[in-house]
T-cell receptor
Framework: ETGVTQSPTHLIKTRGQQVTLRCSSQ?????VSWYQQALGQGPQFIFQ???????GRGNFPPRFSGLQFPNYSSELNVNALELDDSALYLC??????????????FGEGSRLTVL | GESVGLHLPTLSVQEGDNSIINCAYS??????FIWYKQESGKGPQFIID?????DKRQGQRVTVLLNKTVKHLSLQIAATQPGDSAVYFC???????????FGKGTLLTVNP
């Protein structure tokens, strides 16, 4: 158990809809990263939040957006859903007072299916 | 539709044997490397990491070897157990301080 919790665990949406995924980071972790994992692939970096600001972004279009709240929890929003957005969305938190690559503590993920 | 795992490297070993999972990385700017284990239906779980100023690091039953000359990383698991069956991912930081780039993964199956 990493202490990172995500909700919902599974959801089904239709093309064109919008979705919000939620993540509570491990206590004391102020950096949260989001990854997309397509079936049979490794996780792909979407973006990272540190102290409520986006700290870095991967190769994802602007319809992928996020938020981090003062309690360090985070949301991932995806607008205008496409079939290829079907994936496991993973949230990971990082200990430490500043962003750095180190051990990421992953949640169990939110499985999104777009029909 | 596409079958899961068709393009995923696989390794099958007998319980008690040693396992070696290999990974080639591409970014010479990477100075941090990490191995994750992912069981079916779960998030990735940290196994062991190594920084570029080292070429070997040992944990409990696991050893990571780093060869920067050929950009190669390996994970050795001693006395493999059925509970080790999972997909194993290597990841590198590409010199970044905020993201990891993951490989495709290797499916390890341990036969009792």
């Amino acid at each position: 158990e990493t202490g990172v919790t995500q909700s919902p665990t599974h959801l089904i949406k239709t093309r064109g809809q919008q979705v919000t995924l939620r993540c509570s980071s491990q206590s004391g972790h102020n950096t949260v990263s989001w990854y997309q994992q397509a079936l049979g692939q490794g996780p792909q970096f979407i973006f990272q939040y540190y102290r409520e600001e986006e700290n870095g972004r991967g190769n994802f279009p602007p319809r992928f957006s996020g938020l981090q709240f003062p309690n360090y929890s985070s949301e991932l929003n995806v607008n205008a859903l496409e079939l290829d957005d079907s994936a496991l969305y993973l949230c990971a938190s990082t200990p430490g007072g500043r962003p750095s690559t180190g051990e990421l503590f992953f949640g169990e993920g939110s499985r999104l299916t777009v029909l | 539709g596409e079958s899961v795992g068709l393009h995923l490297p696989t390794l099958s070993v007998q319980e008690g044997d040693n396992s070696i999972i290999n990974c080639a990385y591409s970014n010479s700017a990477s100075d941090y490397f990490i191995w994750y284990k992912q069981e079916s239906g779960k998030g990735p779980q940290f196994i062991i990491d190594i920084r570029s100023n080292m070429d070997k690091r040992q944990g409990q039953r696991v050893t990571v070897l780093l060869n920067k000359t050929v950009k190669h990383l390996s994970l050795q698991i001693a006395a493999t157990q059925p509970g080790d069956s999972a997909v194993y991912f290597c990841a590198e930081n590409g010199g970044s301080n905020y993201k990891l780039t993951f490989g495709k993964g290797t499916l390890l199956t341990v036969n009792p």
